[in-house]
């Protein structure tokens, strides 16, 4: 999936970090494009940890939800990032996890995610 | 850099704390000022931490991202404070660290940061 | 690197996470096998941050020096973790970063992320 | 006092960070030298806090104080290292602060510690 995401990300121009992560938002992969600031290891973790708790986008959230998330972040004691870039990963109408992208505009981060997720089905 | 902010703030009356920070925000190198107030440190820090990050002014980024910026600096375990007093340093449009500083006007705190930039350039 | 290393750990039998940092501690690429558990992933990339900072095998410092590396890891809030398993990623004599692995015996773990180093060189 | 640290530092042949706190710990000034590992600029300070709030060299506690310490420093949110390289500032018989260096071997650290410090005098 990562491969594939990369493969997305180089033909946009863009470079990345995405990451894996299954259902309970635990990291199963990550890789960052060289040159990619650190920080986005961090936002492609947070958002795909988003998306796979929720089991949607991690841009379709609503905004007035924003306290409430980071409220449900520090209980839970996970790192939510409601910005778009990340997708669910869905098998047979089950979440299994979710893959998100940082580095570039939301709207490359959420094309190479869905990438990603295309391989998988 | 820091000795110029120093100079460019005793041309305006102020007393400062700068600081300067590489482009993963850590700190390189920082002067407070006699009598300032001991917050002035990690506010400089902060403001230089979010200008590196971002690439940008400190004060330039739109206020709706504040909660966002919560977020992010609690998740990468980093200090951001969007407050305008910082900016980067670039060459050859790569983004190398960020200067600082705090301790007087927001607008003064920048002008004092743009003096230690231009030694730089 | 990592695909050396998950080669290596299916040779011993065994099924790892293996996380590779870069000279800051800061996560460049992470993969899970399947059916290791959750916590791994932050135990790898423990081991790793630690080999990274001190440029050396995460299993090699002196266990009297526990103390004053927990105090450090807050400091610097970043994860330091002690435990043999990670070995430092060196070119022409200066550390680029580490990688460490977690899911077997702490010999093993170090077996497989010295087969990801050699990829390396 | 950080010029002439630098200055016994590379007299030494390392390369050093090297902090300046007030009696209460708080950054007057640091200064991190090229190549110095991001970890020096926090051990820095953390040896000269620790320097500062005992009037005494960093290295000069004694080692079974270690526990107590770290609940102290937790207890006042600040940062104590209890490790040789910090030496306190000090006028007629007043501790006025501390200077703390990291980077080198302890002793080479305490050295351009000193050297700065005999600056003040």
Do not use: Y
């Not at 894996?20 to 635990?26: F, K, L, P, Q, S």
């Not at 947070?46 to 379709?60: E, N, V, W």
């Not at 959230?61 to 939510?80: E, F, K, N, V, W």
């Amino acid at each position: 999936m990562l491969a594939a995401s990369q493969t997305a990300a180089a033909k946009m121009g863009v470079a990345l970090t995405c990451a894996v992560v299954d259902v309970r938002g635990d990291l199963v992969a990550l890789a960052r494009m060289d040159g990619v600031a650190f920080l986005t290891a961090d936002v492609a973790r947070g958002k795909a940890i988003t998306s796979a708790l929720f089991g949607q986008p991690s841009g379709g959230l609503p905004p007035q939800m924003g306290p409430i998330l980071q409220s449900l972040g520090s209980i839970a004691r996970t790192d939510i990032l409601p910005i778009q870039g990340a997708l669910p990963i869905v098998r047979n109408g089950q979440t299994l996890g979710a893959i998100g992208c940082s580095g570039a505009s939301s709207q490359q981060d959420e094309d190479a995610a869905r990438a990603g997720v295309q391989t998988f089905r």
